[in-house]
């Protein structure tokens, strides 16, 4: 009986964990710092806001970071999907890296986050990279145009590459996908029922005519080497896939291998 009665509990945990899995995923998977519209972001780089009406209740809101020198002739445009943390100021360090090359780095909000608006779902977020493209488009030609993602905005990145020309696609700490990231973490539960979003970046790699960068520590505590490592073998054979040992989820630029990997993509014709 009294075995019984522990497994009573375990089963009881089970299902309220899994519960909670269900309905905070959301909450797990995403943390938005909202700004209000009349807010001013004050970054040290030359910068322009933009904002575009998706819809009559969306707006998507992006910051266009202009190079070091030379701004009336950059080198092409860095569209970089950032990662599930905060808004674009959480993320503007990051832009230096491109802007002394020579590069313009539009980095755009996803519904929620920081200036932009809207309902926040797997669509909106490819239908959001999608507007940010074309907007590029209208400016640059398509192999001026590097596409970059950062943590979560990988899959979003992939998705846009796989659709969309462009100079190269560049993934830094990549996810096989949302499920298969949490199924690492949660082996006994059926996550690929429970998870609301996919962000496939298995199904969009191979339907990318441009190269392939990717950088994936082997200390990362977040999206774990093993779970990127699953993407190299559907890399083609003029892709790259560089190991930074001892490179955590969000220290690569520390390395030499990361920068120098960044530079040669950067500084290529």
Not at 121 to 147: K, M
Request: net charge positive; hydrophobic share 40%; proline share 6%.
């Amino acid at each position: 009986m009294k075995k019984f009665g522990w497994l009573k509990l375990l089963l009881l945990l089970y299902g309220v964990i899994g519960i909670a899995i269900y309905y905070g995923q959301d909450y797990f998977l995403f943390h938005p710092e909202p700004m209000a519209r009349k807010q001013t972001y004050k970054f040290d780089q030359r910068h322009r806001e933009v904002n575009i009406a998706v819809s009559k209740e969306a707006n998507l809101n992006l910051i266009q970071f202009m190079p070091d020198s030379n701004g009336s002739n950059p080198k092409g445009v860095v569209l970089y999907f950032h990662g599930n943390r905060k808004n674009i100021g959480w993320y503007a360090r990051h832009t230096t890296a491109f802007t002394r090359n020579g590069y313009e780095v539009w980095m755009p909000d996803y519904p929620g986050f920081g200036k932009s608006t809207g309902k926040f779902t797997e669509q909106v977020l490819y239908e959001y990279a999608a507007v940010t493209y074309q907007l590029a488009r209208s400016r640059f030609n398509a192999d001026s145009i590097i596409i970059y993602g950062k943590s979560m905005g990988t899959g979003i990145a992939a998705e846009l590459a796989s659709r969309k020309n462009c100079k190269a696609l560049v993934l830094e700490t990549p996810y096989y996908s949302i499920p298969s990231l949490f199924s690492h973490y949660l082996p006994v539960y059926p996550i690929s029922r429970m998870i609301h979003y996919q962000l496939p970046t298995y199904e969009y790699l191979p339907r990318v005519i441009a190269p392939v960068t990717i950088f994936q520590g082997t200390d990362d505590g977040v999206v774990p080497y093993s779970n990127a490592k699953k993407l190299q073998p559907l890399l083609k054979s003029k892709d790259t896939f560089i190991t930074i040992n001892g490179g955590s989820h969000n220290d690569l630029a520390n390395f030499p291998a990361f920068r120098e990997g960044l530079e040669a993509i950067l500084l290529k014709p």
